[in-house]
């Protein structure tokens, strides 16, 4: 079903709505007390050449909870998808929103789309989506990789990443809501693609639970309301 991104505490951000693709699962960046709560009974319960490890992990997703609801992180999904090989793949698409400051949203994603039609060869191209304008940015990315150092040498593993960003915006909104896919499964970065593509245009800025104005119960066809309500239910 559509999903409406969370609302941060304390913040007024504009209302939007998307589709989760499938094969992927919600992070919950806002647990409640009571869960959080439970969680750290059970650790605690746990024996105790279980409970370090268990402690660890959960210490590793407090912080990245506290990490993305500081950048605006409206939502985080994670991607498990089954390779040629057989071999699960992994993928972390975020939800985010950045506000324009003093500037129209609308005017600085389209110049920015502007300029990444002067610049596909370095991954960037404008698009048209239903909510309006907006762009793709991509690249292939360095970065370091879990596991230990190689034998007689301290310096960490390095890896490849696909990263994969689009920017855009709608009417009304002050703030630019911001997609981004990563995964290191590379040699997918068109499949990757397509999913992020696929978000972004069911991106809407109208509740799509509403029926469209002159249409009755149920939304118009040919609507992103409609297209959203026969894939998701």
Same mark, same amino acid.
């Given at each position: 079903? %559509?999903?409406?991104?969370?609302?941060?505490?304390?913040?007024?951000?504009?209302?939007?709505? *998307?589709?989760?693709?499938?094969? *992927?699962?919600?992070?919950?960046?806002?647990?409640? +007390?009571?869960? +959080?709560?439970?969680?750290?009974?059970?650790?605690?319960?746990?024996?105790?050449?279980?409970? =370090?490890?268990?402690?660890?992990?959960?210490?590793? *997703?407090?912080?990245?909870?506290? &990490?993305?609801?500081? !950048?605006?992180?409206?939502?985080?999904?994670?991607?498990? !998808?089954?390779? =040629?090989?057989?071999?699960?793949?992994?993928?972390?698409?975020?939800?985010?929103?950045?506000?324009?400051?003093?500037?129209?949203?609308?005017?600085?994603?389209? &110049?920015?789309?502007?300029?990444?039609?002067?610049?596909? =060869?370095?991954?960037?191209?404008?698009?048209?989506?239903? &909510?309006?304008?907006?762009?793709?940015?991509?690249?292939?990315? @360095?970065?370091?990789? %879990?596991?230990?150092?190689?034998?007689?040498?301290?310096? %960490?593993?390095?890896?490849?990443?696909?990263? $994969?960003?689009?920017?855009?915006?709608?009417? $009304?909104?002050?703030? #630019?809501?911001?997609?981004?896919?990563?995964?290191?499964? +590379?040699?997918?970065?068109? =499949? *990757?693609? @397509? #999913?992020?593509?696929?978000?972004?245009?069911?991106?809407?800025?109208?509740?799509?639970?509403?029926?469209?104005?002159?249409?009755?119960?149920?939304?118009?066809?040919?609507?992103?309301?409609?297209?959203?309500?026969?894939?998701?239910?």
């Amino acid at each position: 079903m %559509p999903e409406r991104r969370t609302e941060a505490a304390g913040q007024q951000e504009p209302a939007f709505w *998307y589709a989760i693709p499938h094969g *992927y699962l919600q992070m919950d960046l806002n647990p409640p +007390v009571e869960r +959080v709560t439970g969680l750290v009974r059970q650790m605690l319960g746990l024996p105790d050449e279980m409970r =370090d490890r268990a402690e660890e992990v959960l210490r590793f *997703y407090a912080g990245v909870v506290t &990490s993305l609801n500081a !950048h605006r992180v409206q939502a985080c999904l994670l991607g498990f !998808h089954p390779d =040629d090989a057989g071999s699960i793949v992994f993928s972390v698409l975020t939800i985010s929103t950045v506000p324009a400051s003093e500037s129209n949203a609308e005017l600085v994603v389209a &110049s920015l789309a502007g300029t990444a039609a002067d610049r596909p =060869d370095e991954g960037m191209r404008p698009l048209v989506l239903p &909510s309006g304008t907006g762009f793709l940015a991509e690249r292939k990315r @360095n970065v370091t990789a %879990p596991g230990r150092p190689s034998e007689g040498s301290d310096a %960490p593993p390095q890896g490849q990443v696909w990263q $994969g960003t689009v920017a855009l915006t709608g009417t $009304g909104t002050s703030d #630019i809501i911001m997609l981004q896919m990563v995964t290191s499964s +590379v040699e997918s970065a068109d =499949d *990757y693609r @397509n #999913i992020l593509l696929g978000v972004a245009h069911t991106v809407t800025f109208t509740d799509p639970s509403l029926p469209e104005a002159g249409s009755g119960d149920e939304p118009e066809l040919g609507t992103a309301a409609a297209s959203m309500r026969a894939d998701f239910g």
